[in-house]
């Protein structure tokens, strides 16, 4: 997966900086085609147990919603669009315009999802469910347990199997990239020296419509 970056034929939007936040306390189902009903907010990337003083929020277990607004320039909207998280700790199940587009688990990877069936002219709402919940199939590994009062109130609980905070969020940049129908989805270099010899062996990865791939090998000479 290609790391997203401007260049002539890409271009990318940045959606870091403030979101809306909610505390999921299951007291209520979530209306996903409609906005979050909260004043609260926080920034993105970042954990949200670091940057609030209240308990319910920094030894949160379970899931909070993060969501926001967005615009993509009418000239990207003939482009391929993917929508790209550095890391979401630890699943993610993602909804754009009240749409579930895409969900991921593992915190420590990114993940991306194109966007075109979903994307509108004007402003967007992009809406992540985030768990920080940990059991016995995720990475790290953790004890996970529920409790149910008598109102009907649940609890839930992590016991880490690790001795460092069980921090949680989208915790590395949120970007939207374009690029053209035709694209290079991947490319792979690896190199083969024997002696004074060496072979570059070259995998590209195209999808879309296209005739031949050519490429130029550079030494550090520029030559």
Do not use: C
Not at 31 to 52: C, H, L, R, W, Y
Not at 164 to 193: A, C, M, Q, W
Not at 215 to 222: A, P, R
């Amino acid at each position: 997966m290609l790391y997203p970056i401007a260049t002539e034929t890409r271009h990318t939007i940045d959606l870091n900086g403030i979101w809306t936040f909610l505390l999921d306390d299951g007291s209520e189902l979530i209306d996903t085609s409609k906005s979050i009903q909260t004043e609260e907010v926080i920034a993105v990337p970042g954990s949200f147990n670091d940057q609030a003083i209240a308990s319910r929020v920094r030894n949160r277990d379970g899931s909070v919603w993060y969501e926001r607004e967005f615009v993509v320039p009418t000239s990207l909207l003939k482009d391929r669009l993917v929508l790209r998280f550095g890391s979401v700790t630890h699943r993610a199940v993602v909804y754009l315009n009240g749409e579930k587009i895409t969900e991921h688990k593992g915190g420590f990877t990114p993940f991306e999802v194109e966007i075109n069936d979903s994307i509108k002219p004007g402003k967007n709402r992009l809406l992540v469910e985030v768990s920080t919940l940990l059991d016995y199939t995720s990475l790290p590994v953790g004890n996970y347990s529920k409790e149910t009062d008598e109102n009907g109130q649940v609890t839930h609980k992590v016991d880490e199997n690790f001795d460092f905070f069980n921090y949680g969020g989208l915790h590395r940049p949120v970007k939207i990239y374009s690029t053209p129908k035709t694209y290079i989805e991947d490319i792979t270099v690896v190199p083969e020296v024997s002696g004074d010899d060496a072979t570059v062996h070259l995998d590209v990865t195209v999808k879309g419509d296209y005739d031949h791939v050519r490429t130029i090998i550079i030494d550090e000479d520029g030559q």
